[in-house]
């Protein structure tokens, strides 16, 4: 049994809406198909946690209650994924800006009809800031639901790739 059919479709949708712009990077182990998410480094600076020297995770000055209860949860989560072993963990980050701006590239060409959107929408992606200039387009549209539903398509295809990857890495 392979790790992709151990992990729901339900768990795909929670992988890629956790990757996309929440600050958390999936670690899966791929026999089991157990997930966890830890912070990326601008989530844990926004949380009060520095990843010092070393690799060690710190508090900063003036900590609450809840901060310390989020680190020792980050510590006991890379604990865990530490004892899989590196050969046994899928690790999947978000998009990169390239991978996200194909995305709209191809929300455009291939689901938007022509006329006056498209055109605003090419141009859009040409410009500078283009990842705004389209947020600022598309949800002024009606085709604002439709593009967040091919974006979390695409972004369950990329973590279904993801995991492909490591399967074919270690057959």
């Not at 609450?64 to 209860?69: F, I, L």
Request: charged content about 35%; aromatic content about 8%; proline content about 1%.
């Amino acid at each position: 049994m392979n790790a992709l059919s151990k992990i729901s479709n339900e768990q795909i949708r929670e992988i890629a809406d956790s990757i996309d712009g929440a600050g958390y990077v999936c670690h899966i182990n791929g026999e089991t198909g157990e997930h966890i998410f830890l912070a990326d480094d601008e989530l844990l600076d926004n949380c009060g946690i520095s990843l010092g020297d070393k690799g060690k995770l710190a508090l900063e000055d003036g900590t609450q209650d809840w901060q310390k209860e989020a680190l020792a949860q980050e510590k006991a989560n890379r604990a865990k994924i530490k004892s899989w072993g590196k050969k046994r963990t899928i690790t999947i980050e978000k998009l990169t800006s390239h991978e996200t701006f194909e995305t709209m590239r191809c929300f455009v060409e291939k689901v938007i009809p022509e006329g006056r959107l498209k055109e605003d929408l090419e141009e859009a992606l040409l410009r500078n800031k283009p990842f705004r200039n389209f947020n600022a387009i598309i949800d002024n549209s009606d085709y604002r639901e439709a593009w967040y539903n091919f974006k979390r398509n695409a972004q369950e295809d990329y973590v279904r790739r993801q995991i492909g990857r490591y399967e074919s890495s270690n057959s």
